[in-house]
Nanobody
Framework: QVQLRESGGGLVQAGGSLRLSCETSGISFEEYSMAWFRQVPGKERELIVATSWQATDTPYYIESVKGRFTASRDNAKNTEFLQMNDLKPEDTAVYFC???????????????WGQGTQVTVSP
């Protein structure tokens, strides 16, 4: 059974930092590309970061998080991380991790999804 479990969300003041984790099980993590999406009520889910299973591939970041968010992975722990610095109120959303066998894509057609974790940034 495949499971993706996010953690690390919470309430933080603007300018603060959070580190999200996405612990996976049931997949060959080293062969999967990972992505982070976020969603606010009434809006579509938005891809913000995508990383390849190949360490040499350049990750994808949407413009609004470049220089502030950094994705990384620990294959030994089957876990993907998202370090979020200089958080802004507009980053408030539910954050989801997703996994895809093979190369990452820039749509939401990922194979597996976590349940999401709430990130709230106060002004």
């Amino acid at each position: 059974q495949v499971q993706l479990r996010e953690s690390g969300g919470g309430l933080v003041q603007a300018g603060g930092s959070l580190r999200l984790s996405c612990e996976t099980s049931g997949i060959s993590f080293e062969e999967y590309s990972m992505a982070w999406f976020r969603q606010v009520p009434g809006k579509e889910r938005e891809l913000i970061v995508a990383t390849s299973w190949q360490a040499t591939d350049t990750p994808y970041y949407i413009e609004s998080v470049k220089g502030r968010f950094t994705a990384s992975r620990d294959n030994a722990k089957n876990t993907e991380f998202l370090q979020m610095n200089d958080l802004k109120p507009e980053d408030t959303a539910v954050y989801f991790c997703a996994a895809r066998d093979g190369f990452f894509i820039l749509t939401d057609r990922y194979d597996y999804w976590g349940q999401g974790t709430q990130v709230t940034v106060s002004p």
